[in-house]
Each structure stands twice: as structure tokens, then as C-alpha cells.
């Protein structure tokens, strides 16, 4: 008997498994400089059905609800350049301000537009950054967990991280290193899936064990 799959967007039967490979980045700032650590997460699968990824890419592919979305912070500063010129009492002040907040609403407003309608166009013809795959990837990442700690979590369909020919593409859409993807594949070419999340967990433990002795040690 075949196995029973749930979606986990609509709760649905007659979904498929995706599994897929989580990664950690850790941006530190230090001494006027941005350093980037990425590391392996866990290894799982997320059951969605084709109703869902169908959906999630048709909403991706239409712009009005995106250009809504973005364009509050935009309305934000016109409001406050309006705001501004009405209570302000410095005549050179009070313009200066609003023509600097405008500039930025109408700057801020053209770019995301612009960004949108690009993105729209290249779902709809399935390129570049946007093809099912990673719409896929995309809806998975919108019901898992975002970041863990410190750490900022992106996901990547397993047998996109086995295919070296799709790193770079997979650099381009999450900035994550190709070194990183490789050492990833080669791991878990060699490495049993079970393996991989109970090696985790004993990192993570080991990690809590050493948070709680340096606490227990540190001076009161």
C-alpha cells in the first residue's frame, strides 16, 4: 500500500515528498567588515501537493499583491514628507526634508517595481531564478522556520545539491558558496540520511552542553 502524503500547505491528500537540505548563514560584522559563515543543516523532507506549488507560482506570477506589499515603506515617507510640510516651521528645513523623503519614496518605489515586473516575467517563462524547483523551494522555505539562532536558514532541494552543474545556479539564487555545495554533496554522497541528522543533534547537544558549562563557571 502506498504511503499516505499530507500536504503541508493545504492539509490535502496526493502530495509528493521533497526532500530537501537546509543551510545556515551567520553574517558577523567586525572591524568594518562583513563575514559570511555557512554551514549544512539538517536534512528533511517537505510533502506538497501540485494544487499548492501551482498556486504559490501563479501568486509569484501576478504582481499586484507583490507591488502592495512593497510599496508601504515607499507611501510611508511621502506620508511623512507631507506630514513634514505641514508642520514644519523652518521654510529651507521643512523643503529640504520633504524633497529628500520624496526623492527616497519615488527612488525606492521605481526600483521595487522594476524588480517585481522583472521577476514576474521571468516566472512566467520559467527562467533564471524562478523555475519550479524553486518555487518549490520557495513555498517549503514559507512553512518552515526562517532562521535558527543567530543563523539565516535557505533550502535547497536535495538533488539540486547532488547535481554539481547546478551550483552556480543555486550561488546566484541564495548566495550560498559553491565550495560549501560541494563539500555538502560530497557529504552526503558518502554519508547515511540518518546518519547526517543524528550528527547534527550530537552538535547541537554538544554545543548546549558547553553554553550551560561556561555559565556554570563564569563568575557571579
Known amino acids: 500500500m502506498a504511503e499516505r502524503r499530507v500536504c503541508r500547505k493545504c492539509g490535502g491528500d496526493g502530495a509528493d515528498g521533497f526532500p530537501l537540505v537546509a543551510f545556515r548563514t551567520m553574517t558577523l560584522r567586525s572591524g568594518g567588515k562583513i563575514r559570511k559563515y555557512q554551514a549544512m543543516g539538517e536534512v528533511l523532507s517537505v510533502d ?11 501568486e509569484r506570477s501576478e504582481p499586484r499583491h507583490q507591488i502592495i506589499r512593497a510599496m508601504k515603506f515607499p507611501v510611508l515617507l511621502a506620508v511623512l514628507a507631507v506630514v513634514i510640510h505641514f508642520l514644519g516651521q523652518n521654510d529651507i528645513l521643512r523643503w529640504a526634508l ?17 524588480r517585481i515586473r522583472r521577476e514576474v516575467s521571468d516566472i512566467r517563462a520559467v527562467r533564471g531564478n524562478f523555475s519550479r524547483n524553486h518555487m518549490i523551494e520557495e513555498l517549503a522555505a514559507s512553512l518552515l522556520p526562517r532562521k535558527h539562532e543567530d543563523a539565516h536558514l535557505s533550502y535547497v532541494l536535495r538533488s539540486r545539491v547532488m547535481d554539481e552543474k547546478q551550483h552556480q545556479q543555486i550561488s546566484r539564487e541564495y548566495g550560498l558558496s559553491r565550495k560549501k555545495l560541494a563539500s555538502v554533496r560530497n557529504y552526503l554522497l558518502v554519508t547515511p540520511e540518518s546518519e547526517v541528522n543524528n550528527y547534527l543533534k550530537t552538535a547541537e547537544a554538544a554545543k548546549a552542553d558547553s553554553k550551560k558549562n561556561r555559565k556554570k563557571h563564569s563568575p557571579a
Open 48 to 58: 506538497l501537493c501540485p494544487a499548492c506549488i501551482d498556486a504559490w507560482t501563479a
Open 98 to 114: 520633504c524633497a529628500l523623503f520624496s526623492g527616497f519614496a519615488v527612488a525606492i518605489a521605481v526600483t521595487e517595481y522594476c
